[in-house]
């Protein structure tokens, strides 16, 4: 007998629960026995994840009435294998950030900071759970506010107010534009499960405009091009773990919606596949504008940030790769690949960002010189996520952009591939930038005085997930979707 | 009940078209008043006005329940929040000098424009909307008497679709933990029990504390009916809540207020009380081998109440706070970073 109708209903309950619970408890309490609990539920959610995944592989995809009310009266989880690896890594990512951050929020602001930081992350997991799993666009739309909110929140945490201001006010434009599709989607078709809308929608001006309000929406929400301006001085000012966080995990949120939709609603609105081409060149403008602002910028944050916006942009050029017969499978596996595998590198990067910053109170790159010879091991996670921004074998980022231009190339549509090979061209310029500054010798004798300090769980919490990152590129992409 | 007293008074259908017209012109001409008012504080009240007549407007659409959370919540303390944020910005003086009327002429172009153009668009997309399928109404009337409660909505926010509510309720309690964020501080047992946010009182004027001091009981009564009703007519948590959190507001602005202090224990741990129900009551259904957040038709009825109940309670205590703003630092460690 199989093991999953048991199991899976505790932890994809758990999976939300968790968190919640102890996010509402870290708000109450806090200290050591706070810390602990925050670290213990990030690891069971994302073991929740690992049996989720076990269990859709046993018995393929699960669905969940919540409340015992099937659609369109109630709402369902879908637990596929995007979901379950998406839960899997995330409490991963979570775990690593937050044995940084209780170290090195302390370090940079003081006592107090990484208590207040604790329950933002746990509710931000518990949402991003919740996200992965929804299969109703109203549901998907409440879970993106809470991801918003908390993310909203991390900035404002120690960063800078106005930035945070900012994407709380395009947050809010794009929900609301969202919610206007929602609402049109509702009004023609009586549900909102996405199941169900994709056997319904017809095409026509109606599900065209709702389409188009929700993408727009997600667009903003995500920080996908030309709606990214919040994100570089919002990931680049936030404290650097709570960075990891957003632009490792939350900044794929908006697109995560946006897949959802472009699989199971978009092919019935029957709209042109000029869309998708849309989509595409907004992508590309992304990948270009972001990776030329990395290369300009002086410090190693907001490089990183506009790094981001760049790779965000890559996963836009996969939807007319998606959207097209010959491209589909292997562009969808390419996407989720550069989704998980960016993830963790991205998140590595940030926390190795923070590590400087915790010893030399700073993310200057001019100043970074003779980082890598105080504390070898940062520099050496900073080269190693650096890969697989660049898309270098044996990363997870090389096999992302392989299948990518598998897909381009399969559906005849070849500039596509002279994309996503520019791009890792500029982004092989920034990762350069950032690790030579780090490498380089600083000015003078080499002195033998004791480098500053830096706590080796620093340093070890980066290395894992940049290792994750490498280890990602080992995996095989067939059974992801 | 409302819709009853506006169907009651008979109108005529001209009659009614003419109100219906004028209230559609009176809901615009405040949103555009309120959006490019120069003057704050002129923008703010022209934007709680905005929410009463859109409440009205919801009533006269036939949703009592949304008119009921619009009025409250949409209206009155958004309104008290934007006046609390004006107050608190005068005070520290930070208001940035007023734009030249060119520029905020052409703010309000860059803005208004584009408004009008998707506007417009929605609007031709509406009006040939024809429902293809149906909604869920006919679908809620039938499973109603399996939740134990008889107001449609509060079956569907409590039984039928509860994931949502459950993750509206975090959300509010999560707008209070991002906003005692903003202040570095620990949590509840570090240090000094900390100070309420040091607001320079108004003069207490007789007339207003006399009225408030009759108005709060009342007014609390209603909070506590609403929650009790919500089963079965127009009401329920959210609404509750807003009402209570409004007598505190009342209470705060005629400077009677008994402000429990933001930071101490007692209070996060009622803030946190709705959340932790919510959830713990759903895997407690799992754990008697349910689906998770399932309400047996049986005890629906009384969990749904006694929910609504903490519900109330929690997420007052969650709009109280974020009325009375974050709690200042223990120390006075000089400017943030």
Redesign the interface.
């Known amino acids: 007998m199989s093991l999953a109708p048991l199991l899976i209903p505790w932890a994809a309950a758990l999976a939300l629960a968790l968190p919640l619970l102890a996010g509402a408890a870290c708000f109450v309490v806090g200290g050591r026995a706070a810390a602990t609990l925050a670290l213990g539920v990030a690891v069971l959610s994302s073991a929740a994840g690992i049996v989720l995944t076990a269990g859709v592989e046993a018995d393929g995809v699960q669905r969940l009435a919540l409340a015992g009310w099937a659609p369109p009266l109630g709402i369902v989880w879908r637990i596929d294998g995007l979901a379950a690896l998406a839960v899997a890594l995330t409490g991963l990512i979570f775990a690593a950030v937050l044995v940084h951050a209780e170290k090195s929020l302390d370090l940079l602001r003081g006592e107090g900071l990484s208590e207040a930081f604790r329950p933002l992350a746990l509710v931000l997991l518990g949402g991003l759970n919740a996200l992965y799993m929804a299969n109703d666009v109203f549901n998907l739309y409440v879970t993106l506010e809470l991801v918003t909110l908390a993310a909203v929140g991390m900035v404002a945490l120690a960063g800078d107010p106005a930035a945070a201001l900012r994407y709380l006010l395009v947050g809010v434009l794009g929900a609301l534009a969202y919610m206007l599709g929602c609402g049109l989607l509702y009004a023609a078709f009586g549900t909102l499960d996405l199941d169900l809308l994709a056997g319904r929608v017809e095409p026509g001006g109606t599900a065209s405009a709702a389409l188009a309000l929700m993408i727009v929406g997600v667009m903003a929400k995500g920080a996908l091009f030309p709606l990214h301006g919040w994100l570089p001085p919002a990931h680049g000012s936030a404290v650097a773990p709570a960075s990891a966080l957003l632009s490792g995990v939350v900044a794929k949120g908006g697109f995560y919606v946006l897949l959802r939709l472009w699989l199971d609603v978009y092919p019935a609105t029957g709209a042109a596949p000029a869309a998708a081409q849309i989509l595409g060149v907004l992508g590309t403008l992304a990948v270009l504008w972001g990776s030329l602002q990395a290369i300009r910028q002086t410090r190693l944050k907001v490089l990183l940030a506009y790094s981001t916006v760049a790779q965000l942009g890559y996963l836009m050029v996969s939807l007319p790769l998606i959207a097209s017969a010959a491209g589909h499978a292997s562009g969808l596996a390419g996407a989720l690949h550069l989704m998980a595998s960016h993830a963790c590198a991205k998140a590595a990067m940030f926390l190795t960002a923070g590590s400087l910053i915790a010893t030399r109170g700073h993310d200057r790159l001019a100043d970074l010189k003779g980082a890598a010879h105080d504390h070898p091991m940062t520099a050496f996670t900073l080269g190693l996520a650096g890969m697989t921004l660049m898309g270098l074998p044996p990363s997870g980022g090389f096999i992302a952009k392989w299948l990518l231009l598998d897909a381009s190339l399969r559906s005849g549509q070849w500039w596509w591939a002279a994309v996503i090979l520019g791009g890792s061209l500029l982004a092989g310029v920034y990762v350069f930038l950032a690790v030579s500054w780090s490498m380089s010798r600083p000015p003078g004798e080499p002195s033998d005085a004791q480098p500053p300090p830096l706590p080796r769980r620093l340093e070890f919490a980066a290395l894992a997930l940049a290792l994750v990152a490498m280890a990602l590129g080992f995996v095989s992409a067939e059974h992801i979707p | 009940m409302s819709t009853l007293a506006m169907s009651t008074l008979a109108m005529s259908p001209l009659a009614t078209t003419a109100f219906d017209g004028m209230l559609a012109v009176l809901i615009a001409w405040t949103a555009w008043q309120s959006v490019t008012s120069r003057e704050v504080f002129r923008a703010v009240m022209l934007f709680v006005v905005f929410g009463l007549l859109l409440a009205l407007a919801w009533l006269r659409l036939g949703a009592p329940d949304v008119a009921l959370a619009e009025a409250a919540v949409g209206a009155g303390l958004t309104g008290v929040l934007f006046l609390e944020s004006l107050g608190h910005l005068r005070r520290n003086k930070t208001v940035e000098p007023p734009e030249t009327v060119a520029q905020s002429r052409l703010r309000r172009w860059a803005v208004g424009l584009p408004v009008v153009v998707a506007g417009g668009?929605?609007a031709m997309?509406?009006l040939?909307?024809?429902?293809?399928?149906?909604?869920?109404a006919g679908?809620?009337v039938r499973?109603q008497g399996e939740t134990g409660v008889s107001n449609p909505v509060t079956a569907v926010l409590l039984?039928?679709?509860?994931?949502?509510t459950l993750?509206?309720v975090?959300?509010l309690?999560?707008?209070v933990?991002?906003t005692?964020?903003?202040v570095?501080?620990?949590?509840?047992?570090?240090g000094p029990r900390v100070r309420p946010p040091a607001t320079p009182r108004p003069p207490r004027q007789p007339v207003l504390v006399w009225f408030v001091r009759r108005l709060a009981p009342l007014a609390l009564l209603v909070g506590v009916y609403l929650w009790w009703v919500g089963s079965s007519a127009p009401g329920g948590a959210f609404q509750a809540a807003a009402v209570v959190a409004a007598v505190f507001a009342l209470l705060r602005v005629s400077g009677m207020e008994a402000a429990p202090p933001p930071n101490a224990?007692p209070m996060?741990?009622l803030?946190?009380a709705g959340?932790?129900a919510f959830?713990?009551q759903?895997?407690a259904m799992?754990a008697a081998g349910?689906?998770?957040?399932?309400?047996p038709e049986t005890v629906a009825y009384g969990l749904i109440v006694s929910l609504e109940g903490v519900l109330a309670a929690s997420l007052a205590a969650c709009l109280i706070a974020l009325v009375a703003g974050a709690p200042r630092p223990p120390r006075q460690s000089g400017e943030r970073?």
């Open positions: 668009l929605l997309v509406a040939r909307l024809e429902p293809r399928v149906p909604g869920i679908l809620v499973h039984d039928f679709r509860s994931t949502d993750l509206e975090v959300v309690l999560l707008a933990i991002a005692y964020g903003l570095p501080h620990g949590p509840a047992h570090h224990r996060r741990l803030m946190v959340s932790v959830v713990s759903g895997l799992l349910r689906v998770f957040l399932d309400l970073p």
